[in-house]
C-alpha cells in the first residue's frame, strides 16, 4: 500500500513540474489536437475503442505528431489495461513478463492488456516474432509506434496482423492552438508574431515547440524579474533556440521560396545556396525545402537530365534520414547540381497538354489491341489480338498506334535542344525510321 502511495505522490508531483510537453498531455480524446481522421469525432481510431473492437495496430507517423498520446488514450477509452515498453529499452525479458501479466488479468479480471511499444522497430526480428503469438490469439492488443518506414522496420508477419494507421505533421493551425495553451501553462502572454515563430520554427512537431515555449517563458520570467505580466518575445524565442531562427513574415517567407526557385531554375547556384541558407536560418522545414527540389527537378529540368531526380529524390530521404544538420549538405548538393543542369520544361507542357486533353478532349476507349487479352475468350471478343510486341523486333520498336482513334495525331512531348533530350530524341527518331524500313509488322509471339 505504501509503494502505491508514493507512486502516486510521485506522478503527481511529475504532474506539476515535469516538462511541458508532459504537463500538457491531453487526458481525453475530445482534447486531443490533430490527427481528426484518426481520433475525431468520426475517427476510425476512436470508434474502434470505444466500441471495445480495438485490435492491434502500428502508428506511424513524424515526431511529435502525438503518437504515445493517442496510444494511452485508445486504452483508456477501452475497457483493457495499458502496459508501456519502450523497445529502445527493453528486452525478451520484460515482454515475457507483459504476456504472463496480460494471461493472469484476463484469466482473473477477464479484462485484456494493450501493449503500447514505443519505438518498435528499434525491437530485433526474434523480439518481434515472440509477440507474434499472443497478437494473433488476442492475448493482447499492440500499439506499435514508428517513425520509421514499418514496410521497411517491421516484421512481415506482425504487420500482417496489424492495422497501420498514418499520423500527419501537425498543421500550422494544429500547433498554434498548442502554443496558445502552453502560454497559459507557463502564465505568459504572446503576441500573434511570437507564437507564429514559435508554429514557424516547429516543423510539425509539438514536443519541440512546446520544449522551446518552455525555454522561452522561462527566460520571459527571469527577464521581467518577478513583475506582471510576462510577455514572450522574439528575442526569447530566438534564444530558447539557440540563436537558430530567423524571423520573417509570411509574406517574406513566399518571396523567399520564390527567390530560391528562380535562382535554380536560373541555373545561380551562388543564389540557391544563399536562399536555401536563409530559409533554414529562418526555421524552415527542410522537408519543404526537399520537397520542392523534387518538383523542381522535373518541372523545370526533366528528361534534359534526368539523374537530377535522382538527386533531389536523395536528397529528400537523406534529410528524412539524417535530419539537420547534416542534412543541410546534402540539400546544398542538390541545390548545386540541380543549379548546374541543363534545364527544360518540355515535361511539365507535355503533362499540361496531356491533361487538357483528358479534361476538355473527347471520350476515347482503349484500342482492342490494347486491351487486357490475358483471360479467357478475350480473344473472341478481340482484346488484344493484333498487338505487336516491341520485344521481338531486332530495334525493339514496332510501327504501332497507342493513342485513341480519337486523339489523330496528337503529340505532347517536344523535346527541348537541351542537354540530353535531343540525342534521346535522335534515338528514337532512328529507331522508328529502322523500324519502319523493316519487314512487314507481325505478331511473333503471344504477348497478350
Request: aromatic share 4%; charged share 25%.
Amino acid at each position: 500500500m505504501s509503494d502505491d502511495l508514493f507512486a502516486a505522490h510521485a506522478a503527481e508531483r511529475l504532474k506539476a513540474r515535469g516538462p511541458l510537453a508532459a504537463r500538457m498531455r491531453p487526458r481525453t480524446l475530445d482534447e486531443v489536437v490533430g490527427q481528426q481522421h484518426l481520433v475525431g469525432p468520426e475517427g476510425a481510431l476512436r470508434t474502434l475503442a470505444e466500441e471495445d473492437r480495438l485490435t492491434s495496430v502500428i502508428l506511424w507517423g513524424p515526431p511529435g505528431s502525438g503518437k504515445t498520446t493517442m496510444a494511452g488514450l485508445l486504452a483508456q477509452a477501452s475497457t483493457k489495461e495499458f502496459v508501456q515498453l519502450s523497445a529502445v529499452s527493453s528486452g525478451v525479458k520484460e515482454v515475457r513478463e507483459v504476456l504472463a501479466s496480460a494471461r493472469q488479468r484476463l484469466g482473473e479480471r477477464d479484462q485484456g492488456t494493450v501493449l503500447f511499444l514505443d519505438e518498435v522497430h528499434r525491437f530485433n526480428k526474434a523480439q518481434q516474432d515472440l509477440l507474434l503469438p499472443s497478437v494473433e490469439e488476442g492475448l493482447l492488443v499492440l500499439i506499435g509506434a514508428t517513425t520509421e518506414n514499418p514496410y521497411f522496420e517491421v516484421n512481415a508477419p506482425l504487420l500482417s496482423r496489424s492495422t497501420l494507421w498514418r499520423l500527419l505533421p501537425l498543421t500550422s493551425d494544429d500547433l498554434s492552438i498548442l502554443a496558445r495553451r502552453g502560454l497559459d501553462a507557463e502564465a505568459v502572454t504572446a503576441d500573434q508574431t511570437v507564437i507564429s515563430l514559435l508554429v514557424q520554427s516547429a516543423d510539425g512537431d509539438a514536443r519541440a515547440m512546446l520544449t522551446t515555449l518552455e525555454v522561452a517563458a522561462a527566460l520571459a520570467h527571469a527577464r521581467s524579474k518577478g513583475g506582471s505580466p510576462v510577455s514572450v518575445s522574439v528575442a526569447d524565442v530566438t534564444d530558447a533556440r539557440d540563436g537558430r531562427v530567423l524571423h520573417q513574415g509570411q509574406d517574406e517567407h513566399y518571396d523567399q521560396i520564390s527567390a530560391f526557385i528562380k535562382s535554380i531554375r536560373g541555373s545561380d547556384p551562388d543564389a540557391g545556396l544563399y536562399w536555401m541558407a536563409r530559409l533554414l536560418e529562418a526555421g524552415e522545414s527542410p522537408r519543404f525545402i526537399a520537397r520542392r527540389l523534387v518538383i523542381l527537378a522535373s518541372e523545370d529540368i526533366g528528361m534534359a537530365d534526368s539523374m537530377s531526380l535522382v538527386v533531389a529524390d536523395a536528397a529528400a530521404r537523406t534529410v528524412e534520414f539524417i535530419g539537420l544538420p547534416e542534412a543541410a549538405l546534402t540539400l546544398a548538393h542538390a541545390v548545386i547540381h540541380l543549379a548546374l543542369a541543363p534545364k527544360s520544361n518540355r515535361v511539365t507542357l507535355a503533362l499540361a497538354e496531356a491533361v487538357r486533353d483528358v479534361r476538355e478532349g473527347p471520350m476515347t476507349s482503349v484500342p482492342a489491341h490494347l486491351r487486357d487479352g490475358h483471360y479467357k475468350g478475350a480473344g473472341e471478343i478481340g482484346h488484344g489480338v493484333g498487338y505487336l510486341y516491341p520485344h521481338d523486333d531486332p530495334v525493339g520498336w514496332v510501327h504501332q498506334r497507342y493513342l485513341p482513334e480519337e486523339l489523330g495525331e496528337r503529340r505532347y512531348y517536344e523535346p527541348s535542344g537541351h542537354g540530353r533530350e535531343p540525342h534521346m530524341a535522335q534515338w528514337r527518331k532512328e529507331v522508328m525510321s529502322e523500324g519502319d524500313s523493316g519487314p512487314d509488322d507481325e505478331v511473333k509471339g503471344d504477348h497478350r
